[in-house]
């Protein structure tokens, strides 16, 4: 019986999420890991490969292709490796790219398994349709099993694809954030809380903008940083400017930057309007960070109400400005979610748990191609 499969884990997005994957899985089998240079350079730093542990891991990074020649070269370094490689089994991260699209029929033989982040696109900007709303058709049904981040996104996909019945895997989303590795959570100080990350419509930036105007109001003495950049911004700046109490800080953050931000933060607010699951909740329980988030898709399975976080209903300003003024108030229930946080980053939710369970979606699958 096949219980250590090798695994090819192909990520040309999604970097800091597939290394950390990548790094647990290679304590317990090989693995190669694919990726874009860029992509991780911009989530984890320059000097990331230096800090990898490379046993039993085999990374190959490739340059993200500017020609149609660069994209067929990818292509084909991309069968060879694989091939060269031998997995037993490929893990798609979905971001599906025009590489990976020329390779997939000749790879067809080789199980596979392909985690999808957001079954749905984002409203606003993120639901624009292009060639690569097609390209995630075809990666979606060539898929012989499919991962995702939570029973409520599995549910949803169910109901898309009847196909994946038995084929679907809910394993949750991992933490990130790396420069943190404490087991017991310092508190900041301060009353700076967080809104980080690309800002859409769909993050809610207006909702934290009123609640922080409103703790102001009632005599906090709390500091709003919005951290990123983002099409949503603009049509909040001059509120904030008006109001006073905001740190803007418009630019994609380095990742060198990212954990003076959260550290800094006395909690990080998430007020999504809709949403599947969030990246930032997983860097915020890396850094051991309450949040304060919307009920809305999977995040309540990472944001766990009264351990590492409150939840609030979504587009509800009242309900979220009484959620934070309760953690604000409190430095018992500060430190009652902030360490809760790491609990489930070195427990429940670590890597290392995560590969487990992937492991096994691994070998389940294997076993099911081969009975076809």
Known sequence: MLTTPRVALVSLHF?????NLAVALSKKTQVMLILYQDNADNELGADWLQKIPTHSLNIVVLSRPKTAWHVIKNSQQFIKTIRQFSP???????DPRDELMLSLAFLAKIPSVLTIHDPKRHSGLDAVISRFTFYRMIVRRSADSVITHGDIMATELMAMYPRLKNKLWSIAHGPLGV???????????????????????YKG???????????????????????????????????MLDAGGFEIIDKYIAAEDIPDLFLGSLITVLPYTDGTQSGVAAMALGFGRPVVASAVGSIPELVREGINGLLVPACDTEKLTQALESIISNASLWNTLANGALHLKYGELSWETIADKTLLAYTATIQAKAAL
């Open 179 to 201: 420069g943190f590795n404490g087991t017991v959570a310092a508190h900041p100080n301060n009353c700076r809380l967080l809104f980080f990350g690309r800002i859409n419509a």
């Open 88 to 94: 037993d089994i490929i893990h798609y991260q979905e």
């Open 15 to 19: 970097a800091e999420y597939s290394i």
């Open 205 to 239: 930036l207006s909702f934290f903008v009123e609640a922080i105007i409103a703790l102001r109001a009632k005599g906090h003495p709390v500091i709003g940083v919005i951290a990123g950049r983002g099409a949503d911004l603009e049509p909040n700046r001059q509120r």
